[in-house]
């Protein structure tokens, strides 16, 4: 199991318009603006059956996509990621946009600690923890590569992140 230490995404309310209903093809109960857009659906059910016009997507005006999350049901809540303008139409698993989502669901829910499911066609659950301004996703990953990366007179705001899962790989070894 990988750890990733992530910054936590501020996100504010924002207006529903025809337009994204029409791109969800459902009404969200709740919209908010992040990094991307984060939409609050009915139900876990809505969440899995959901599918976006991703060329009407492209078009947001700000963001690189959206997520769209509800309550879960065996797990604390259910989402999943579209960031089509970066010509990625879901991804399945994502860490971003979970930084915006686990300080969404934490007051509502009551936990620091909690457990998702991204419902895509591929699945994941993730592990997250919340400490004010950081996120910290856990889960299981598929190792397809290694790498080794040479910052010099780069300034680094997640240099623990390289430094965290350099130790966590080293570990396994």
């Given at each position: 199991?990988?750890?990733?230490?992530?910054?936590?995404?501020?996100?504010?309310?924002?207006?529903?318009?025809?337009?994204?209903?029409?791109?969800?093809?459902?009404?969200?109960?709740?919209?908010?603006?992040?990094?991307?857009?984060?939409f609050v659906l009915e139900s876990e059910e809505i969440v899995r059956q959901i599918t976006p016009d991703f060329a009407k997507m492209r078009l947001f005006p700000e963001g690189v996509g959206a997520c769209v999350t509800a309550r879960g049901g065996e797990y604390d809540f259910?989402?999943?990621?579209?960031?089509?303008?970066?010509?990625?139409?879901?991804?399945?698993?994502?860490?971003?946009?979970?930084?915006?989502?686990?300080?969404?669901?934490?007051?509502?829910?009551?936990?620091?600690?909690?457990?998702?499911?991204?419902?895509?066609?591929?699945?994941?659950?993730?592990?997250?923890?919340?400490?004010?301004?950081?996120?910290?996703?856990?889960?299981?990953?598929?190792?397809?590569?290694?790498?080794?990366?040479?910052?010099?007179?780069?300034?680094?705001?997640?240099?623990?992140?390289?430094?965290?899962?350099?130790?966590?790989?080293?570990?396994?070894?």
């Open positions: 199991m990988f750890e990733l230490d992530f910054p936590a995404i501020k996100y504010s309310p924002c207006t529903i318009t025809k337009e994204m209903t029409e791109i969800l093809g459902f009404r969200p109960l709740e919209a908010y603006m992040g990094r991307d857009y984060i259910a989402s999943r990621a579209f960031p089509p303008q970066i010509n990625v139409d879901e991804d399945p698993v994502c860490g971003v946009m979970h930084c915006s989502l686990v300080p969404y669901w934490s007051p509502i829910l009551g936990k620091s600690e909690m457990i998702a499911k991204q419902v895509s066609r591929r699945e994941g659950i993730l592990y997250l923890s919340y400490y004010g301004k950081r996120v910290f996703i856990s889960g299981n990953v598929a190792l397809f590569a290694t790498s080794e990366l040479h910052i010099e007179d780069l300034k680094f705001d997640n240099l623990s992140l390289i430094i965290q899962s350099r130790q966590l790989y080293s570990k396994r070894k």
